[in-house]
């Protein structure tokens, strides 16, 4: 396919130098590599000892670590509510976006909560217009819980099968921004019991081992229930899925590969160490 093509290809000069240190059996540029590729210190020097340096079994030891992450996403209810966060530049509303073309079938309804940036309203209508995705607008200082409410509402009324619930973009150790998120969660459950039925993070990858104390902010606030990693494609600091999977036990739903509209495939263990390692 042409989009794991693209995450080949983005991956190809860290694929490159972990070729050249496996050919060359010097386990020591294998361990920096590692370690530049955002996996650790602790989990590359774990990794390099069951491994012993050698591709094949360093790449099947990452794959059956990542298999756990790797689950297809479902929908519970109609309408299946789906509350997005995320920080600030990672990616997020491109991500919605994408989400609502590839679920376009189930009747999506996107809710623009994030009320505290007029620029992130007025771009996500505008991805709502080019994918014919319906969409419950929002003003700047408008309460954010309303929002939800008002597209809960219209989405039960109008038998939507899916609601997307965007929010504002916030870094986990702002408590009154994780406050507001708490809200939605509260307004979402008040509305369709159970709502919202997952809490995705969306994650830059470029962001490296900050990802991981972003992923526990989030998780121990909104009670993340998957992942969608996005810049995958052109970052040396890939690897740090790996420790991420590992230590919080979060499925990957999905990875972005670009910044076209379908640039988003589901995440798969195997075609991730191919990209990384080779074959």
């Given at each position: 396919?042409?989009?794991?093509?693209?995450?080949?290809?983005?991956?190809?000069?860290?694929?490159?130098?972990?070729?050249?240190?496996?050919?060359?059996?010097?386990?020591?540029?294998?361990?920096?590599?590692?370690?530049e590729a955002d996996i650790g210190?602790?989990?590359?020097a774990e990794l390099i000892s069951q491994s012993v340096g050698k591709r094949e079994k360093l790449a099947d030891i990452i794959s059956?670590?990542?298999?756990?992450?790797?689950?297809?996403?479902?929908?519970?209810?109609?309408p299946t509510v789906v509350m997005v966060a995320g920080t600030n530049g990672s990616g997020k509303t491109t991500t919605i976006a994408k989400l609502?073309?590839?679920w376009k079938d189930r009747k999506v309804l996107i809710a623009a909560a994030d009320t505290y940036r007029d620029a992130a309203g007025l771009q996500l209508e505008r991805w709502a217009e080019k994918t014919h995705t319906d969409i419950v607008s929002s003003e700047q200082g408008q309460d954010a819980g309303a929002v939800v409410f008002d597209a809960l509402g219209k989405a039960l009324a109008k038998d939507y099968g899916v609601v997307i619930l965007d929010t504002a973009g916030r870094l986990h150790t702002r408590r009154d921004l994780m406050a507001e998120a708490e809200k939605i969660l509260r307004v979402s459950a008040n509305v369709i019991p159970d709502a919202p039925h997952e809490v995705l993070l969306v994650m830059d990858a470029s962001t490296g081992q900050n990802g991981l104390?972003?992923?526990?902010?989030?998780?121990?606030?909104?009670?993340?229930?998957?992942?969608?990693?996005?810049?995958?494609?052109?970052?040396?600091?890939?690897?740090?899925i790996i420790p991420i999977v590992k230590r919080f036990g979060l499925p990957i739903y999905y990875i972005g590969v670009g910044e076209q509209v379908d640039d988003i495939v589901p995440f798969k263990s195997k075609e991730f160490t191919q990209a990384l390692f080779g074959e």
């Open positions: 396919m042409l989009r794991l093509k693209k995450l080949r290809s983005g991956l190809a000069k860290l694929r490159a130098r972990f070729t050249e240190a496996f050919s060359m059996g010097d386990k020591e540029e294998l361990e920096e590599l590692l370690i210190v602790e989990l590359t059956k670590i990542l298999d756990s992450a790797q689950k297809e996403f479902s929908f519970p209810a109609r609502a073309a590839l104390r972003q992923v526990e902010g989030f998780a121990e606030t909104l009670g993340v229930t998957g992942l969608i990693v996005t810049k995958l494609d052109g970052t040396s600091k890939a690897g740090v």
